[in-house]
């Protein structure tokens, strides 16, 4: 059983628009829930965490989550190609292990 | 800002050797942890690490692996014996602390990673 899916993409969206990446989870008991970005090669870089049920913002990303459907997603407003790269799901679970999602490529076209 | 180090960025090994991922955690963070990556695949838990014992471990991180915090500053991860499928990248991250409810202070920040390549 995997506990964290997220679709592998690719995700093209145009310079500027809204960019929404998903993941799904396994177990219920999960309460810390965070996204990454990983640039090819690089180490997976600290976009945002979430631990309460609703949105958080932070610039261009939002977060959403919700305990009941076990959903966590991001939105990136204004999308920049910068912000090509693999967008990387996590949750750390109450033993303190953390289990990342294979990640969804981001690919933004200027 | 304070960051994360690893060293050395890249090891290249023989099988059978044994190695030692070096890293510096943030200083005021009294979590640490080692992660791997093989190419092409998600990044995969190892180690977590606290008051210097083990906290949680994965399937993963079996006999052949072993941390150690051997100063105030520095923390290894140990890879005995060597095996091809040992090649990947190795993530160090450190948080400020763990919180089982959830909490800022879980924020977990990498370090650049070392490459691993056994021949």
């Known amino acids: 059983q995997k506990e964290v899916e997220q679709n592998s993409g690719p995700l093209s969206v145009p310079e500027g628009a809204i960019a929404s990446l998903n993941c799904t989870y396994s177990d219920r008991g999960s309460q810390s829930f965070f996204w990454y970005r990983q640039y090819s090669g690089k180490s997976p870089e600290l976009i945002m965490s979430?631990?309460?049920?609703g949105d958080k913002e932070d610039g261009r990303f939002t977060a959403q989550l919700n305990k009941a459907s076990q959903y966590v997603s991001l939105l990136i407003r204004d999308s920049q190609p910068s912000d090509s790269a693999t967008y990387l799901c996590?949750?750390?679970?109450?033993?303190?292990?953390?289990?990342f999602g294979t990640g969804t490529s981001l690919t933004v076209i200027p | 800002e304070p960051e994360v180090t690893q060293t050395p960025s890249h090891q290249v090994t023989q099988m059978g050797q044994e190695v030692i991922l070096r890293c510096v955690p943030i200083s005021n963070h009294l979590y640490f942890y080692w992660y791997r990556q093989i190419l092409g695949q998600k990044v995969e838990f190892l180690v977590s690490?606290?008051?210097?014992?083990?906290?949680?471990k994965s399937e993963i991180f079996d006999d052949q692996f072993s941390v150690e915090r051997p100063d105030g500053s520095n923390f290894t991860l140990k890879i005995r014996s060597t095996k091809l499928e040992d090649s990947a990248m190795y993530f160090c991250?450190?948080?400020?602390?763990?919180?089982?409810?959830?909490?800022?202070?879980?924020?977990?920040?990498f370090g650049p990673g070392t490459r691993l390549t056994v021949l």
């Open positions: 996590a949750l750390q679970n109450t033993g303190n292990q953390f289990y």
């Open positions: 690490f606290y008051n210097n014992e083990i906290s949680e």
């Open positions: 979430i631990y309460s049920n």
């Open positions: 991250a450190s948080s400020e602390g763990w919180a089982r409810e959830g909490s800022s202070y879980n924020e977990q920040f």
